[in-house]
């Protein structure tokens, strides 16, 4: 079958992706340098999207976690990432693939 159109759209989403997966690889094994910090903006109900319902049922359409100072055990694969955040004092680990990310920032290089 011919190829009717480059999908650039595609490309970009996809590029952007290896820059999400790489920064997290990066915060994984050395930590964040600096002042990085990390903005993550997800769609909680995306069907492999793991995290405790509570936090889903208060985060319909999305949300948005920072990875600054306070987060344990990120670990980052070629499908996406999983990190244990504190929730009004309590751990919760989430695991987040990246076709579930809507947004990233890091505040800090003034990329996002």
């Known amino acids: 079958m ?4 480059l999908r650039y ?3 970009v989403e996809e ?3 290896g820059v999400v997966r790489d ?3 990066f915060a994984a094994e050395h930590g964040l340098p600096g002042e990085h910090h990390f903005y993550v903006t997800f ?3 995306h069907p492999d999207v793991e995290m405790a319902d509570h936090l889903k049922a208060r985060h319909p359409d999305e949300m948005t ?3 600054q100072h306070q987060f344990w055990d990120l670990e980052v694969t070629e499908d996406g990432f999983s990190v ?3 929730f009004s004092g309590k751990p919760e680990r989430m ?5 579930s990310v809507t947004g990233f920032a890091d505040p800090s290089a003034k990329f996002g």
Not at 2 to 5: D, G, K, L, S
Not at 95 to 99: D, E, K, L, T
């Open 2 to 5: 011919p190829v009717e159109e």
């Open 9 to 11: 759209d595609k490309m």
């Open 15 to 17: 590029a952007l992706r």
């Open 23 to 25: 920064s997290l690889a």
């Open 43 to 45: 769609r909680p109900h």
């Open 65 to 67: 976690i920072v990875l």
């Open 84 to 86: 244990t955040l504190s």
């Open 95 to 99: 695991v987040i693939p990246f076709v």
